[in-house]
């Protein structure tokens, strides 16, 4: 796995780690940065399989420094439902 840049610049009406986030799923899912977009269903478009399911949530720990695990990522279905754990993620580990 390559390693991802530690980006946290907070850009207007994005999540502050969304550029690692996408980052992240161009390496696990092999697409490209321009076909990843909030709405965009993990599984049903961006064609997300089991193996690169896990390889995102190790990636996520890793990177984010986050306990993640493979029963956080059932509840994530959108590229935004990500971003929205990882952000409340990162605020509950901030307290």
Do not use: F, P
């Not at 390559?2 to 690692?20: H, N, P």
């Not at 990177?63 to 959108?78: A, S, V």
């Amino acid at each position: 796995m390559k390693k991802i840049g530690d980006r946290r610049m907070k850009k207007s009406g994005k999540t502050e780690y969304e550029a690692v986030i996408r980052q992240i799923l161009v390496a696990c899912l092999g697409c490209d940065e321009q076909d990843i977009s909030g709405e965009k269903h993990l599984v049903d478009e961006l064609y997300a399989d089991s193996i690169a399911l896990i390889d995102m949530v190790i990636m996520i720990s890793e990177q984010l420094k986050l306990d993640m695990n493979e029963e956080d990522i059932i509840d994530i279905n959108t590229v935004n439902d990500l971003y929205l754990w990882v952000e409340n993620k990162k605020s509950l580990c901030d307290k």
